[in-house]
Structure formats: structure tokens, C-alpha cells
């Protein structure tokens, strides 16, 4: 199905007047095109740097002698037809006009900015005239800007009933920063999270979602037992998230106010939406385990670089290389499995800090005991490798520690250090070289230590006897032989033993 044929659904779907292109040359009739731009809710700069707001002092009117004076300073003075409304989790105000039906952000308690969103809405309404429909709200955000004129001005249109935003000609999803889209149920979920993600920036104080979160509460209650009884849930929350939610969504619909429902109602969907929209939810090739992968997006093959430094490092970085895959499938995380991971690989630095501090101290007694160079040699090259070890765990656990905990810090990360060619090997090489040079020193000190103990040994028995170092390489050599192969050197067994 084309990209057209795609649209003409989504336009069937939310009532989009089918004249588009003469609504365009109407537009182009009244002001230049490009200043009336289709913009997405998620699109906005709520959450960036703001110039400081100037402050002075003032004299507080008397509330007893003169309340007027009183409850005019403390209120806001807003132009007729205009509500002003808060978001009940951030603060931010914004308005909305009932009979326009026009909801916005910008500022309209200042007269130019109300005076450019009043100027729009005029310059729109004949559009807005050609259509029956009054089951839809218009934003407009103005720009805010001293320039003269009406400016610009970014807008989409919400249908409450669809649950989705539409416009008022034809866009294109490159444009717009959507992604392709792969069927008309995938381009529903995209329209829908932007739907919702306008009901969370500004929860429509006109609107009753209280049989919807009853919904919600039904379906946080169906990913609660999915990801309690399955290990490849593919539910965006956890157990425990989907009991607290359940508990705090039923506390607001017992004792909020409409807009507090709608807000809590519009964060959670727009969470569940972009789950759906990541698993194809509702289509063909739905993810129905967090194991499968469903875009073609598999790990690449081990490089022979890789496979060969991972057999000198005890094959470590293949360990770590599918511990990172496993969180990554398909280009994929989520937050419990991303935490779990942070989590275990902190204790395991954490671990290697203390075993590398061990090692030094074991160094520097066995230094000081014995006489022989190659003993001291080993011992010695046992604390460099422990100290650099210990500092390379050392940075990667401060790395780890000022990291989020969300899936988005998670994807941020990991691709951020994710090659084109080889994908995450680069990433798990760097993070076995702690355990890796560790797990070296520790084999240089017993090493020293074997041979120091076999040589004190053999003088008390023929002290008239010289060993070379030669001669004490042969059974040090058949002593780690038989240890390897017996596992002792396995990190597997040594990550067992830790975790005990």
C-alpha cells in the first residue's frame, strides 16, 4: 500500500475535508503558505531554556478596605472568550477558546500575541467554515517574536473521537519526522501517540476521559500479569510499575478533577502507544516475545578481531557481547531489563575495584618475602595489571552510575557506542578489560606464588640442589594445564562465586 493510499485512510479516518487543495489555494490567497506550517505535538520546546522573567516590588493592596484592588492583583486579566487552564503535573499554562474551539501555549495574556493568534484564527476560519464537524479542537502556536505582521504560526487539528491529530492539507511523513509507515494500523498508533501526547502537554478541560482510563485500568492489569508470568513480556512496564499505576490512575478517578484525569489518562497512553507502535501491535508480524525479532535488525556476526581478543581476555567479551544483544534485540530495550543490566554490571565493577585492591596488597607482601626475580618479576607485573584493572573498572562504574534508568537513556547509550559494521563488540571489549586484566594479575600471583612455595619447598629437601627458573616452568606449566581444564579459570564460575 503506498504512502497516499495509506494517508487517504488515516483522512477517512479523522474526517479531514477531502478539498484539500483548494483549502491550500484559499490559504495561499490570504497570507504566504509557508507561514502557516503543520507542526506535531511532540515537536515543541516546552522543555528547553527560557529568558528570565524581570521582577519587582509592589505595593499589596488591602484585602479587607479594598478587595477589588486585591483580587485584581492576584488575578489575571485574559481577553474575553478565553479560559486559562495549568498542567496539573508541570505548571505550564495554557488556554483554550470554547466557541473558536482553538486551544494554544503562546501567551495571549500578552495583547500582541493575542492580537497575532486572534489575526490565525480569522485568517483560518473560512478553512474551518467548509466542514461541518465541531468534535475537533485547533492549536495554533504564534511565534512570539517582535516581528511585525502575523508571523508564523505551527498547528495540527485533534479529533477527540478518533484519538488523533489531523491537518488541513496533505503532509508528508518525512516532513513531519514520522517514520515510514508500514500499514494503516501503524500509521493509526503514530497519529494516536501524538494524540495523546497533545492530551498530556495540554489535557482538554472540555472533555471527559473517565470510561477510557476505566479501559486503562483494564488493560495495565492485562501487561501486569503478562510481565509477572513471562520473561519475554513485551510489556513497556514492569510488575511493580503496572500495580503502582493501577493504584495512583484509581485514587485520581475517585477524587480529580477532569483535566487531572486526563493528564494522568493521556502520560500513560502515550507510553502504551509508543510500546505498540515499537512491537507492531495490531498487525501481521506483531512481536508476541521480546526475543524476536521482527524488523530484520539482527546483531552482526562476530568479527575475527573480536573472536581472537576474546580468547585472550577468557572469552570474556563474548560473555558481555550477548548480555548487551540480549537487551538490544532488534534494536529494542526496555527500562526493567535495562536496569537489571546497569545494575549487574555495577556490582561487577564494583567486585573487580575490590579483587584488583587484593591482588595489589598480595603483590607487594609476596615482594617483600621472596628473593627470586622471577618470582618479584610476576608479582610485580600481578599489581600493574590489578591497578590498571581496578582504574579501568573504576571509570566505567562512574560511567554507569551517572546514566539514566529509562528504555530512552538506555537507547541513547548504546548507540551512542554502537558501530555501523560490527555493532556492540567495540562496546563489549571496553567493558571486559577490567575483569579481563584481573583475572590476568591473579594468574601471574599464583603463578609467583606456586613457584615461590615449590622452591622453598625443594630447598628444604635437597638444599644442596639449584633449581633455574627453567626447570620450574615445566610443572607450573602442567599444574595450570590441568586447572583449565578442569574450569577453574572459567568466568563463569568465577561470576558464580562472586555472586554468592
Not at 219 to 248: K, W
Not at 256 to 277: K, M
Not at 435 to 455: D, K, N, P, R, Y
Request: proline share 4%; glycine share 6%; aromatic share 10%.
Amino acid at each position: 500500500m503506498s504512502i497516499r493510499q495509506v494517508y487517504s485512510v488515516c483522512r477517512r479516518l479523522v474526517g479531514c475535508a477531502t478539498h484539500s487543495h483548494s483549502l491550500m489555494n484559499m490559504v495561499q490567497t490570504s497570507f504566504p503558505a509557508d507561514s502557516l506550517q503543520e507542526q506535531l505535538p511532540s515537536n515543541t520546546q516546552r522543555y528547553e531554556n527560557t529568558p528570565s522573567v524581570p521582577s519587582r516590588a509592589i505595593v499589596i493592596p488591602s484585602g479587607l478596605l479594598s478587595p477589588q484592588s486585591f483580587r485584581d492583583k492576584i488575578s489575571t486579566n485574559l481577553p474575553e472568550g478565553w479560559q486559562c487552564c495549568q498542567n496539573p503535573a508541570e505548571g505550564r499554562s495554557y488556554f483554550r477558546h470554547s466557541t473558536l474551539r482553538i486551544m494554544t501555549e503562546s501567551n495571549i495574556t500578552d495583547e500582541r500575541i493575542s492580537r497575532r493568534v486572534m489575526d490565525w484564527s480569522r485568517a483560518i476560519l473560512p478553512l474551518i467554515n467548509r466542514s461541518t464537524r465541531d468534535d475537533y479542537d485547533i492549536v495554533l502556536n504564534v511565534s512570539e517574536s517582535a516581528e511585525g505582521g502575523m508571523g508564523r504560526c505551527g498547528y495540527y487539528l485533534v479529533d477527540y473521537d478518533s484519538e488523533a491529530i489531523f491537518w488541513l492539507r496533505d503532509v508528508s511523513t518525512t516532513l513531519m519526522g514520522l517514520p515510514d509507515v508500514r500499514s494503516p494500523t501503524h500509521l493509526k498508533h503514530l497519529l494516536s501517540e501524538q494524540f495523546w501526547v497533545h492530551c498530556e502537554y495540554m489535557p482538554p478541560p472540555h472533555q471527559n476521559f473517565t470510561a477510557r482510563a476505566q479501559g486503562l485500568l483494564a488493560t495495565l492489569g492485562t501487561l501486569c500479569i503478562d510481565a509477572s508470568s513471562s520473561t519475554g513480556s513485551v510489556s513497556p512496564f514492569h510488575q511493580d510499575e503496572c500495580e503502582m499505576y493501577s493504584r495512583s490512575l484509581t485514587q485520581v478517578l475517585k477524587t480529580g478533577c477532569a483535566i487531572e484525569i486526563n493528564w494522568c489518562l493521556a502520560r500513560l497512553q502515550s507510553l502504551l502507544t509508543q510500546s505498540r507502535i515499537i512491537n507492531l501491535f495490531g498487525e501481521p508480524n506483531a512481536r508476541a516475545d521480546r526475543n524476536v525479532v521482527v524488523n530484520g535488525q539482527t546483531a552482526p556476526v562476530e568479527t575475527a578481531t573480536f573472536v581472537l581478543w576474546s580468547m585472550i581476555m577468557f572469552n570474556i567479551p563474548s560473555i558481555y557481547l550477548t548480555r548487551w544483544n540480549a537487551i538490544w534485540v532488534d534494536r529494542v530495550t526496555y527500562t526493567r531489563e535495562w536496569k537489571k543490566l546497569t545494575r549487574d554490571l555495577t556490582e561487577e565493577f564494583l567486585y573487580g575495584l575490590i579483587a584488583s585492591g587484593v591482588i595489589v596488597i598480595a603483590g607487594v607482601v609476596l615482594l617483600g618475602l621472596s628473593t627470586s626475580g622471577a618470582v618479584r618479576t610476576l608479582a610485580a607485573a600481578a599489581m600493574i595489571l590489578a591497578l590498571c584493572g581496578g582504574y579501568y573498572a573504576a571509570s566505567l562504574f562512574s560511567t554507569l552510575r551517572t546514566l539514566g534508568g529509562c528504555a530512552a537513556d538506555a537507547a541513547n547509550f548504546i548507540q551512542m557506542n554502537e558501530h555501523v559494521t560490527t555493532g556492540l563488540q567495540g562496546m563489549a571489549l571496553r567493558h571486559s578489560v577490567p575483569s579481563a586484566l584481573i583475572v590476568w594479575s591473579g594468574l601471574c600471583l599464583l603463578t609467583a606464588g606456586f613457584w615461590e612455595i615449590c622452591m622453598d619447598m625443594i630447598r628444604s629437601g635437597l638444599p644442596v640442589t639449584w633449581v633455574s627458573w627453567k626447570d620450574m616452568m615445566v610443572p607450573v606449566l602442567v599444574v595450570m594445564t590441568y586447572l583449565y581444564g578442569r574450569g577453574y579459570f572459567s568466568l563463569a564460575r568465577l561470576y558464580n562465586l562472586c555472586r554468592r
